[in-house]
């Protein structure tokens, strides 16, 4: 897999013309879009993608015998392989399409979770977590009578791991934590959590949320040890409304339905249902064809690029802005952990992260502000809100040079 993801020359240029959004103006300005944490752009071949399919081979799949749906079944599946292979799954029944991350992390908690945790065991998520990755184990937790603990973070926002081997017990069933922080940028040691939770109890179920990692760097579910692993297609340059969940084949096989109709059904009768067996036991009713074969256009893309030159541009890019944002009084930045993925989070002393937010987007230049579905950590951290630019390897050093200049401006105008 590592092979196929390096790519001999990078040139950021040549790159920007593969995604036609980036030649927008905002109010005459040109676009300087550094939201990619909340979503990413998508290039052509992406979009070339979706059209081709609704162009030449739209069809339901897996029951037609006409051409264009086993074309249409041909490609969901080759999207399928193609994601085995890009996370290093072990077989493409580990790989199971949803509408994206929230929905694998929701699976996992009522199908897994259901069955496996019950009254007085205890689940660990961590004060970094996005909302997605609190409230379906909170939910779990309140059905079974269960408990719900929390990994603290340190002033740097980084998880205080001692801690987190003070929380695992006996009652321990379930460990889900994030890959990389949304609102912070920090990289956890996701390998050594699932190191540390296995050595407790090999029957803890881990679940890592890697909605914000899958784009940045490259994901071996086999190598952090992870039983679960789930991640979304827009973060990834692939379209909305696709999505994975790595789960091992053993847990998944001993895991029910979380949804009933469609391809999940082998047989049914009034009697009784049978079900159909991995992956599609898990995609119940008409899949997002159009979103597989996007996502799989999108992993070709990253593939084209190749990650050593979006880590090294992303690192490029977050270094340059950290030591600027520095020199402007007044600033200070939130997460300062010494391993971040491209996310600059922070706040202005006496300013309003929203009012920031309005003014900077006058400017051409489009951040997300608020809370970033991080409210327990934002509580944690004693803040309202932050800003937040986060960098893809399409941006540029005289994106982040107009994003400071039009920061200083926003500064001196609501000052």
Not at 359 to 366: E, N
Request: charge should be negative; proline fraction near 3%; aromatic fraction near 8%.
């Amino acid at each position: 897999m590592q092979d196929t993801l390096t790519k001999k020359i990078f040139d950021v240029d040549e790159v920007r013309r593969d995604f036609p959004i980036l030649n927008r103006e905002i109010e005459g300005k040109p676009l300087v879009y550094l939201d990619n944490a909340a979503t990413s752009q998508k290039p052509v071949s992406v979009i070339d993608a979706i059209s081709d399919y609704y162009s030449r081979y739209n069809a339901n799949i897996h029951r037609g015998v006409y051409s264009i749906s086993m074309e249409a079944s041909a490609a969901y599946e080759n999207a399928r392989i193609n994601v085995k292979e890009f996370i290093n799954a072990a077989s493409e029944k580990e790989i199971i399409f949803t509408r994206g991350t929230t929905e694998a992390i929701n699976l996992a908690a009522y199908s897994y979770g259901f069955r496996n945790v019950q009254e007085g065991s205890e689940v660990i998520v961590s004060e970094l977590e996005h909302h997605a990755n609190i409230v379906p184990w909170q939910v779990l937790c309140l059905n079974k009578n269960a408990a719900l603990k929390v990994v603290p973070v340190n002033e740097k926002g980084e998880l205080d791991i001692e801690e987190y081997k003070k929380l695992l017990s006996d009652k321990t069933a379930i460990v889900a934590v994030s890959h990389i922080s949304n609102s912070l940028g920090t990289v956890n040691p996701v390998k050594e959590i699932v190191k540390i939770a296995k050595a407790k109890n090999p029957k803890i179920a881990v679940l890592i949320d890697g909605a914000q990692a899958i784009h940045h760097t490259r994901v071996d579910v086999r190598d952090i040890g992870a039983d679960f692993y789930a991640f979304s297609g827009h973060k990834m340059y692939g379209p909305m409304g696709i999505g994975v969940l790595y789960g091992r084949e053993s847990l998944l096989e001993a895991m029910p339905p979380y949804q009933t109709g469609g391809d999940m059904i082998s047989r049914v009768s009034f009697e009784g249902t049978t079900y159909n067996e991995l992956p599609m036991k898990f995609e119940a009713g008409t899949p997002n064809v159009e979103g597989a074969v996007g996502l799989n256009a999108a992993i070709e893309y990253i593939k084209s690029i190749g990650f050593d030159a979006i880590e090294e541009q992303e690192r490029m890019l977050l270094k340059h802005a950290t030591e600027e944002i520095l020199n402007i009084e007044d600033v200070r930045i939130i997460g300062t952990s010494e391993n971040k993925a491209s996310v600059l989070s922070f706040v202005v002393n006496g300013l309003n992260a929203l009012d920031i937010g309005i003014m900077l987007d006058t400017h051409g230049v489009a951040v997300r502000t608020g809370q970033h579905c991080t409210e327990p950590l934002m509580d944690k951290l004693c803040l309202p809100g932050t800003v937040r630019a986060s960098f893809a390897f399409y941006n540029t050093k005289e994106e982040v040079d107009i994003f400071i200049k039009a920061l200083k401006k926003t500064i001196a105008i609501l000052k």
